[in-house]
């Protein structure tokens, strides 16, 4: 079982950056591969950005693309999403998640553990 717990959300001017952590508690984070989805008032959960368990490859939304940035931290057991250049269509629930699997998935049900999210507020 493998808990994850996000942080770092907040509220920011468009044009502003914030840093999300994803930590995980219990097990190590070293096989899994990681991703970031969100969830804005109204609409389904959506994929964001996602991680190699090695770090080694990455993959963005195209809405994303060229502002956001995935990265872990073996020794901390900890994943990131750097975000810059925040509009407020960002405005969402972030949620990391776990894939008991090396290789990424662009899919919620690819994903075998959720985190409970962090509040992105982006405002105008």
């Known amino acids: 079982q493998v808990q994850l717990v996000e942080s770092g959300g907040g509220l920011v001017q468009a044009g502003g950056s914030l840093r999300l952590s994803c930590a995980a508690s219990?097990?190590?984070?070293?096989?899994?591969?990681m991703g970031w989805f969100r969830q804005a008032p109204g609409k389904e959960r959506e994929f964001v950005a996602a991680?190699?368990?090695?770090?080694?490859?990455?993959y963005y939304a195209d809405s994303v693309k060229g502002r956001f940035t995935v990265s872990r931290d073996s020794a901390k057991n900890t994943v990131y999403l750097q975000m810059n250049s925040l509009k407020p269509e960002d405005t969402a629930v972030y949620y990391c998640?776990?894939?008991?699997?090396?290789?990424?998935?662009?899919?919620?049900?690819?994903?075998?553990?959720w985190g409970q999210g962090t509040q992105v507020t982006v405002s105008s």
């Open positions: 998640a776990a894939r008991g699997s090396g290789f990424y998935s662009v899919t919620e049900a690819g994903y075998d553990y």
């Open positions: 219990r097990r190590t984070l070293r096989a899994y591969a």
């Open positions: 991680i190699s368990w090695s770090g080694s490859s990455t």
